[in-house]
């Protein structure tokens, strides 16, 4: 522990796509944000002990950091792998400073794409990014720039499933990683019902068996009948760091978009306390947390025959009222 360490480097962004997970700024709102770099760099100098394998950057688009290429030579220069998320939009320009910078240690990108026309996509991402995001992979397979793609499951996407995959695979991808929809206020119209979700976890499957060059994974556990499932952050083989600097308790609950309350998954503050005291708080709330779960499966009000771990654990944390979807 902690294997991978996710970090939203920034919370500006120059999309604002209708799925979603975060509050985002643009880039000249006020309350834009930035993680300090010399706080990433002692957090990162303080988890070499720790032999973390891989430091994922997201945001917010990463790449809009106010010092990309400063946040680069940071990664360099630690003995971790890292990778970042991207939208493709401002890839030109950040992959100038990733020719000039980065080493083995960069181990790839992973572009957003949600649709395998730009009908599909730009209806949940802004018209125009499709083409754009495509001409980034182009961009990335010309330099020799390894890379993913990642694309959110909906209503929007379902019967484009495995074109997406012929996608991903003609455009020279290493892998393609599926992550079904999470529920936020605005997108609850483009959720899957539990009968599509079975659906796309079947289509997945199939996709898995016929793209044998192309590695097909999925995010999460749509559901599963264990309601004490353990996923990496309870078991700290991941942790989450946000663009304040503070440690949180799952990445996917950092800066939830529509949250009446966000602070509710802070663990410390990262800029008052080293990693290792931070770690032991996280520790100490993952206890109380399980404690909560116990009491709620034993109770019956956890449904265990249709358990959603990740809604669970929006509802645990007052992020969003799932009993009202």
């Not at 353990?230 to 529509?258: E, K, Q, W």
């Not at 663990?267 to 399980?290: E, G, Y």
Request: a negative charge.
């Amino acid at each position: 522990m902690p294997e991978i360490i996710v970090v939203d480097v920034t919370n500006r962004c120059n999309l604002n796509c209708k799925h979603c997970l975060k509050n985002i700024n643009d880039m000249g709102g006020s309350g834009t944000a930035d993680i300090d770099l010399h706080l990433l760099d002692r957090v990162l100098t303080e988890a070499e002990v720790l032999k973390t394998r891989i430091v994922s950057m997201t945001g917010g688009e990463p790449t809009l950091h106010n010092d990309w290429e400063g946040l680069i030579a940071v990664m360099e220069k630690h003995d971790v792998d890292y990778t970042f998320v991207t939208n493709g939009i401002n890839f030109k320009e950040a992959c100038k400073v990733l020719i000039r910078g980065a080493t083995q240690s960069f181990r790839g990108v992973s572009f957003s794409i949600d649709g395998a026309t730009a009908e599909t996509n730009d209806s949940m991402r802004g018209e125009g990014t499709f083409e754009k995001v495509m001409g980034a992979l182009r961009l990335a397979r010309m330099h020799g720039i390894p890379f993913s793609i990642q694309s959110v499951v909906g209503r929007h996407n379902l019967n484009e499933l495995s074109q997406i995959a012929e996608l991903a695979d003609e455009a020279g991808a290493i892998e393609l990683n599926y992550m079904m929809m999470r529920p936020t206020h605005e997108n609850v119209e483009h959720l899957l019902s539990p009968l599509q979700s079975d659906e796309a976890e079947e289509q997945i499957k199939s996709i898995k068996e016929s793209h044998k060059r192309l590695k097909v994974t999925m995010t999460a556990v749509n559901k599963t009948p264990y309601p004490l499932f353990v996923c990496r952050p309870l078991a700290m083989s991941m942790i989450s760091i946000d663009h304040h600097g503070y440690l949180r308790f799952c990445p996917d609950l950092t800066n939830y978009r529509a949250a009446g309350a966000d602070d509710t998954d802070v663990i410390v503050d990262l800029n008052t306390k080293p990693l290792h005291i931070a770690l032991k708080d996280l520790s100490n709330r993952i206890n109380r947390f399980w404690h909560n779960k116990i009491d709620w499966v034993t109770e019956g009000i956890v449904d265990t025959t249709e358990y959603e771990p990740c809604s669970y654990c929006l509802s645990h944390f007052g992020k969003y009222e799932c009993k009202d979807m």
